[in-house]
């Protein structure tokens, strides 16, 4: 490190113990030297990670409220080549493909668009998430800085996003590098929600265009209307009904059955899109599949499932000379009840408008009574007790016919959970079909291997699951409009329709 500690010197022999008396102080990773850095006015936002869609939503809704504000490029094999020639060796493969990425955008910066290391330093803050936990997450700041240094971007300035310490963290920047306001928190919550609903439709009806590319046209369409109203402060109910009738367009073929796989497991490598999973999503879609993909709101949620526990533990410890009512425990329910409110009742609202109807938030309270059997609910490394649940919850309910969870290589919270738990839930529910896998941004042929096999068996359940029921002789139209979602004990999307013709009687 370039920072130096002053009550640590370099020994000469064993022997010499006088640095025992000497005064101790903090050791800090700052530059060397004192760097001006820009006013607000000139200092440049860059964060990006989510899905390629919500990082387009969040910048026009993060612009839309003045703030100077860039999604960076999805993450690609060249950013985790950069991570690791930059990074520390051992890392996991979020820490190689987000490092890397950073640096890749910032050598850009430099070698195309002729900006000085000194001036990118200067102006451009990167934000990224932060937290403490048994994995190598909480390293990722120190990760970031070193290969910074190494690629001489020494300085930048890097800030962290985290639910377990406060909203806004990192080096010491000024309180107003970004305005948090209701209003900021509001904003960016509801891109997120809308990027959510709007992926879950992409990989509903995808599978099913009958013309190649024509979903991806559609929501490109709907991603370009929604960031309009964003920027231009239009109504995003109103922009959300346009996406409904964009999407209308699109002609589906919906009765060819398909194996439904639900996608899970450590949150990075679940949600990337791109090279970070192996582009898992779009290759199981490839060999027949429709994804069940996991939002980020189910993250949201869940961080506020464990602070309403956390919060509800504290209540019942006998302190002795406590107060009778603590106001402030009151006051943090309050904002947890309406935290889990807002964020259910703007995702209900719009997903009627752009015409999901079929979908149900997970409900915390009901995935944590189906894990705890398996997995304490005191421990909140990683994902918790989800994982477990989403599997327990998808063999009871008939929810997929396969589920897979993949995480980085040695990845301790999701693999502890996957390779170990995961086999006790499987030995009692042995008609589940699951798939612990791992990345590490190379051996892809492997990992589609393996996929490969276990989609096998689960293409095999799909068209049985089809086949087992009677076709109606006439097939209404409306059954090809992914507006149709009707309810079934099915798995299956074509095996839903069919089954629904019949209860209803068409």
């Given at each position: 490190?370039?920072?130096?500690?002053?009550s640590?010197?370099?020994?000469?022999?064993?022997?010499t113990?006088?640095?025992l008396h000497?005064?101790?102080t903090?050791?800090r990773?700052?530059p060397?030297?004192?760097?001006?850095?820009?006013?607000?006015?000139?200092?440049?936002l860059?964060s990006?990670?989510l899905?390629?869609?919500?990082?387009?939503?969040?910048?026009?809704?993060?612009?839309?409220?003045?703030?100077?504000y860039?999604?960076?490029?999805?993450p690609?094999?060249?950013?985790?080549?950069?991570g690791?020639a930059?990074?520390?060796r051992?890392?996991?493969?979020?820490?190689?493909f987000?490092?890397?990425?950073l640096?890749?955008?910032?050598?850009n910066l430099?070698?195309?668009?002729?900006?000085?290391?000194?001036?990118?330093?200067?102006?451009?803050?990167y934000?990224?998430?932060?937290?403490?936990?048994?994995?190598r997450?909480?390293?990722?700041?120190?990760?970031?800085?070193?290969a910074?240094?190494?690629?001489g971007f020494?300085?930048l300035r890097i800030?962290?996003f985290?639910?377990?310490?406060?909203?806004?963290q990192?080096d010491e920047?000024d309180?107003?590098?970004?305005?948090?306001?209701?209003?900021?928190?509001?904003?960016?919550?509801?891109?997120?929600?809308?990027g959510d609903i709007m992926?879950?439709?992409?990989?509903?009806?995808?599978?099913?265009?009958v013309?190649t590319g024509?979903?991806?046209t559609?929501?490109?369409?709907?991603?370009?209307?929604?960031?309009?109203?964003?920027?231009?402060?239009?109504?995003?109910l109103?922009t959300?009904?346009?996406?409904?009738?964009?999407?209308e367009?699109?002609?589906?073929?919906?009765l060819?059955?398909k194996a439904k796989?639900?996608?899970?497991?450590?949150f990075?490598?679940a949600?990337?899109?791109?090279?970070?999973?192996?582009?898992?999503?779009?290759?199981?879609?490839?060999?027949?599949?429709?994804?069940?993909?996991?939002?980020?709101?189910?993250?949201l949620?869940?961080?506020?499932?464990?602070?309403?526990?956390a919060l509800?533990?504290?209540?019942?410890?006998?302190?002795?000379?406590?107060?009778?009512?603590?106001?402030?425990?009151?006051k943090?329910?309050?904002?947890?009840?309406?935290g889990?409110l807002?964020i259910?009742?703007?995702f209900?609202?719009?997903?009627?408008?752009?015409?999901?109807h079929?979908?149900?938030?997970?409900?915390?309270?009901?995935?944590?009574l189906?894990?705890?059997?398996?997995?304490?609910?005191?421990?909140d490394?990683?994902?918790?007790?989800l994982?477990?649940?989403?599997?327990i919850?998808?063999?009871?309910?008939n929810?997929?016919?396969?589920?897979?969870?993949?995480?980085?290589?040695?990845c301790?919270?999701?693999?502890?959970?996957s390779?170990?738990?995961?086999?006790?839930?499987t030995?009692?529910?042995?008609?589940?079909?699951?798939?612990a896998?791992?990345t590490?941004?190379?051996?892809?042929?492997?990992?589609?291997?393996r996929?490969?096999?276990?989609?096998?068996?689960?293409?095999?359940?799909?068209?049985?699951?089809?086949?087992?029921?009677m076709?109606?002789?006439?097939i209404p139209?409306?059954?090809?409009?992914?507006?149709y979602?009707?309810?079934?004990?099915?798995?299956?999307?074509?095996?839903?329709?069919?089954?629904s013709?019949?209860?209803?009687?068409l």
């Amino acid at each position: 490190m370039n920072a130096k500690c002053s009550s640590i010197k370099s020994q000469e022999n064993n022997e010499t113990l006088a640095y025992l008396h000497t005064n101790g102080t903090q050791w800090r990773d700052v530059p060397d030297e004192p760097i001006q850095y820009a006013s607000k006015e000139e200092t440049i936002l860059l964060s990006g990670g989510l899905t390629i869609l919500q990082d387009k939503l969040i910048q026009a809704a993060l612009r839309s409220m003045g703030e100077n504000y860039i999604s960076m490029p999805n993450p690609n094999f060249e950013s985790f080549q950069k991570g690791k020639a930059y990074g520390n060796r051992g890392q996991c493969n979020p820490t190689y493909f987000t490092v890397g990425n950073l640096v890749k955008y910032l050598q850009n910066l430099r070698d195309e668009k002729g900006l000085s290391s000194e001036e990118i330093v200067r102006k451009y803050v990167y934000i990224t998430a932060g937290g403490c936990g048994p994995c190598r997450f909480g390293m990722y700041i120190t990760e970031y800085k070193k290969a910074l240094r190494d690629a001489g971007f020494e300085g930048l300035r890097i800030t962290s996003f985290d639910h377990d310490k406060g909203i806004f963290q990192g080096d010491e920047i000024d309180d107003g590098i970004l305005n948090f306001t209701p209003t900021f928190f509001i904003t960016l919550t509801k891109s997120v929600i809308i990027g959510d609903i709007m992926n879950i439709l992409g990989y509903k009806i995808r599978p099913y265009e009958v013309e190649t590319g024509s979903v991806d046209t559609a929501m490109k369409k709907c991603e370009d209307l929604v960031s309009e109203a964003f920027l231009e402060k239009k109504s995003l109910l109103t922009t959300l009904w346009k996406c409904r009738g964009v999407l209308e367009k699109v002609k589906l073929d919906r009765l060819q059955p398909k194996a439904k796989v639900m996608v899970m497991g450590e949150f990075w490598a679940a949600m990337t899109e791109g090279d970070g999973n192996y582009n898992l999503h779009r290759f199981l879609e490839s060999e027949g599949a429709e994804c069940i993909p996991q939002p980020i709101i189910n993250r949201l949620l869940l961080n506020l499932w464990e602070a309403e526990r956390a919060l509800h533990k504290k209540e019942h410890l006998k302190v002795e000379g406590a107060k009778k009512v603590d106001f402030s425990s009151v006051k943090t329910r309050v904002l947890i009840k309406a935290g889990k409110l807002a964020i259910q009742g703007h995702f209900n609202l719009y997903a009627k408008v752009i015409g999901l109807h079929d979908y149900e938030i997970p409900d915390m309270d009901k995935l944590a009574l189906l894990g705890q059997e398996y997995y304490t609910l005191d421990c909140d490394g990683g994902e918790g007790h989800l994982e477990v649940a989403h599997l327990i919850e998808s063999v009871k309910e008939n929810i997929s016919h396969l589920v897979i969870s993949v995480k980085p290589f040695g990845c301790m919270p999701s693999s502890s959970v996957s390779d170990g738990v995961q086999s006790l839930v499987t030995s009692r529910f042995p008609e589940a079909n699951f798939l612990a896998i791992e990345t590490s941004g190379e051996g892809a042929a492997n990992f589609y291997s393996r996929v490969q096999m276990a989609l096998f068996k689960a293409k095999q359940s799909a068209k049985e699951e089809f086949e087992n029921l009677m076709m109606p002789e006439e097939i209404p139209e409306k059954i090809h409009n992914y507006l149709y979602q009707p309810k079934s004990e099915k798995a299956g999307t074509a095996s839903q329709l069919v089954a629904s013709l019949k209860e209803r009687g068409l």
